[in-house]
């Protein structure tokens, strides 16, 4: 039988806010262990939690960005589990009044955008962190961190919309570029800053009810999410395969050996106990906070990608790569003023996201070497035929690497574009006279040889020469030739 996996996801976002959720310590990662802890985040009897508006903020702006719709009163819930990492033995949360519910995330699948639905956004706090065991001595030990414990997450839950695990991968693809979009989260899932849990079931394609659903967690990476997803699929269909039914279950995804671990079976689902916590007043929303939250949005990304497509005449990839994140967006549109856009975009897409790559490092680190206006410089020296495209490229490589005017790089080298047969035809010559093998290939039919040969007429030339016009003299120069024979 055919069976249709049906996918939800559980995405939370630590935020990148200066402080905690209910308290003043520092929401700071790296910081020596327990330090950055008071009264409020070790849940010590009697501290009362206020509640941090810059979090409820990004709140506000992210359920915007969505299209969700903002409660002007939601209530904060306690939410009781016992866990070492999570000393009030209640984590406050949002139940049943959450701050942003609804709401849509566009995504780029191929050439098609979809939208894939939300059932809320909501704020909580996150707990601390254990590390066990270790050994101390002779003994093993588990150690907790309570820095964490308080440091503003939101959680977005969406509709059980996904199908393959490849639009879970692209949807968290999305999510953090738009999170760091506004500003809200580094969203790096390797470090926890974006986190994801999947329900995953599968029923008869064609079906309507839904089949069972087991909960995977520990999804570490955009990568493991695809993978364990795709693992806990073949799972259940080996499972309904033999006769077997699922269980619901809360499973663990190892993404190094791509094995899955049952965590706790049905006998221990929980039971939170929720009820609205006490010492905290309503979250009341009122129009005018939210017609600032309007404000402080940014254009958001994919209507920005819509617009360089339409403003800028570029093809909708080229678009998408541009508003993969909002610096290098931002970035385009200084250089966009000085030189032709699709030039720009293809310099951007080829020779600067290159760069960054292998050096690992940002978009603002390439623009305090190489500012728009002198990149701008760069791309229309070619165009004007001032320079051939890989004198500005290496002109281009120095920049980035040292900073400089690359308008005096040229001055002080005499760069320019040869294209003068006077100039470029004893180069030609000496390329033949200095590589006789090549060359009677060449005239023995075997005309591949013949970029090898614009090869060397290039190195002479200092990457000076324009290569058409190298590639034209080299056939004539090498007729006659044979012709002479
Ligand atoms: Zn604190």
Redesign the pocket.
């Known amino acids: 039988m055919a069976y249709e996996a049906v996918i939800g996801l559980e995405c939370h976002i630590q935020l990148a806010t200066v402080s905690?959720m209910?308290?003043?310590?520092p929401a700071e990662f790296g910081a020596r262990p327990n330090s950055?802890?008071?009264?409020?985040?070790?849940g010590l009897p009697g501290a009362l939690p206020v509640t941090n508006r810059e979090a409820i903020d990004a709140a506000i702006r992210l359920g915007l960005a969505l299209g969700s719709t903002i409660r002007d009163v939601s209530v904060f819930a306690r939410k009781h589990y016992f866990y070492p990492d999570m000393p009030k033995n209640y984590q406050i949360t949002q139940y049943d009044r959450p701050l942003c519910e609804g709401g849509a995330l566009p995504v780029r699948i191929g050439d098609a955008t979809r939208s894939f639905a939300l059932i809320r956004v909501h704020a909580e706090e996150d707990t601390g962190k254990s590390f066990h065991p270790e050994r101390h001595g002779d003994r093993q030990v588990s150690r907790v961190d309570f820095n964490r414990?308080?440091v503003p997450l939101l959680e977005l839950v969406t509709q059980p919309v996904f199908r393959e695990p490849a639009e879970c991968a692209a949807f968290l693809t999305a999510l953090r570029r738009l999170v760091r979009w506004l500003g809200i989260s580094e969203g790096d899932m390797e470090k926890g800053h974006l986190r994801c849990d999947a329900n995953v079931s599968i029923r008869p394609a064609g079906t309507q009810a839904l089949g069972t659903k087991s909960e995977l967690k520990n999804l570490n990476s955009i990568k493991g999410v695809e993978k364990g997803i795709t693992a806990e699929i073949a799972r259940q269909e080996r499972v309904l395969a033999s006769g077997g039914t699922i269980e619901q279950a809360t499973l663990l995804y190892d993404a190094d050996h791509d094995k899955l671990a049952v965590m706790r079976s049905k006998e221990h689902a929980h039971d939170y106990r929720y009820f609205p916590e006490p010492d905290l007043p309503q979250l009341a929303v009122d129009a005018a906070w939210l017609a600032a939250a309007r404000e402080r949005l940014a254009e958001l990304p994919w209507t920005r990608a819509e617009r360089f497509a339409a403003e800028y005449g570029l093809p909708a990839y080229d678009a998408g790569v541009l508003c993969d994140q909002r610096e290098l967006a931002d970035y385009f549109e200084e250089v966009v003023k000085e030189a032709d856009p699709k030039k720009v975009s293809n310099w951007i897409m080829t020779e600067m996201l290159r760069h960054l790559k292998a050096t690992q490092r940002g978009v603002s680190d390439w623009a305090r070497n190489v500012p728009p206006h002198h990149f701008a410089f760069i791309i229309r020296s070619v165009e004007t035929a001032q320079a051939t495209a890989t004198s500005a490229k290496s002109v281009l490589d120095e920049v980035f690497a040292n900073g400089g005017d690359p308008a005096s790089i040229y001055a002080e080298r005499g760069i320019r574009a040869r294209s003068s047969s006077d100039e470029l035809l004893p180069l030609v010559r000496a390329a033949i006279e200095e590589n006789p093998g090549p060359v009677a290939q060449y005239l023995g039919g075997k005309t591949a040889t013949l970029g090898f040969l614009v090869g060397q007429v290039m190195k002479k030339s200092g990457g000076q020469a324009v290569p058409q016009t190298v590639k034209d003299l080299l056939e004539a120069e090498l007729a006659r030739r044979a012709a002479a024979r």
């Open positions: 905690k209910f308290c003043g310590c950055n802890v008071c009264p409020v985040c070790l414990a308080g």
